[in-house]
């Protein structure tokens, strides 16, 4: 076998490894963060968890504040189903609330323990300030982006604006909500997707 043939085998084999080793630093990192607390978890405990070094963690994420950026982000994207994408361009407006409810079901039951956690260190640490009001961005342009599509696709009443859809998601799903329904309501995930679609048919509907 040539050089040229090996190179291409062995750079796969080392982008699974490097995958495999942040996969594991996030995961060991999500569950501290969740269990301590921000402030008490630090890199050394995250990758004595992560059975890694602790120059390799740093090497990766640089900053405490940057490894929990990433687990909040991790979080939310990880295991969207194709088939719930698929129905965000369903030219039926049943269907495309579906898919918009599962999404902020599945963001409530993988991100809700983490956002909590941001919301509290957010009070203390700049930096976690920081990347909270990053995250809520984020999430605000998500919402913007499905009621301006709603829109442009004639699936909205003529009397409600993609603006008016956007300000109700973000009060009925946006980060605060899901953590105020968890943490002060107790709400499980299947409560508050029943109670989304329910509230969201009713407002786009009339019933």
């Known amino acids: 076998m040539t050089t040229t043939a090996i190179h291409p085998a062995r750079s796969a084999l080392r982008r699974e490894q490097v995958a495999l080793t942040e996969r594991r630093i996030l995961e060991a990192a999500t569950q501290l963060f969740v269990e301590r607390g921000y402030v008490a978890t630090s890199l050394l405990a995250v990758a004595e968890a992560a059975g890694v070094s602790p120059r390799t963690v740093y090497v990766r994420f640089h900053s405490k504040a940057r490894l929990f950026e990433r687990c909040i982000e991790t979080s939310i994207t990880?295991?969207?189903?194709?088939?719930?994408v698929a129905a965000l361009e369903s030219p039926i407006l049943d269907q495309r609330l579906?898919?918009?409810?599962?999404?902020?079901?599945?963001?409530?039951?993988?991100?809700?323990?983490?956002?909590?956690?941001?919301?509290?260190?957010?009070?203390?640490?700049?930096?976690?300030?920081?990347?909270?009001?990053?995250a809520m961005q984020r999430a605000l342009g998500d919402f913007r982006s499905l009621a301006e599509r709603l829109e442009s696709d004639g699936l909205l009443?003529?009397?409600?604006?993609?603006?008016?859809?956007?300000?109700?998601?973000?009060?009925?799903a946006g980060p605060r909500a899901i953590v105020s329904l968890t943490t002060d309501r107790g709400w499980t995930p299947a409560r508050f997707a029943t109670w989304l679609d329910v509230t969201l048919r009713s407002f786009l509907r009339g019933r």
């Open 78 to 84: 990880a295991d969207q189903q194709p088939v719930v």
């Open 98 to 134: 579906e898919a918009i409810v599962e999404m902020a079901r599945s963001t409530m039951e993988r991100s809700s323990a983490l956002l909590g956690v941001a919301a509290q260190a957010a009070a203390v640490e700049p930096e976690i300030a920081a990347v909270e009001r990053v």
């Open 157 to 172: 009443p003529r009397a409600i604006t993609a603006a008016a859809v956007t300000d109700l998601l973000w009060v009925l």
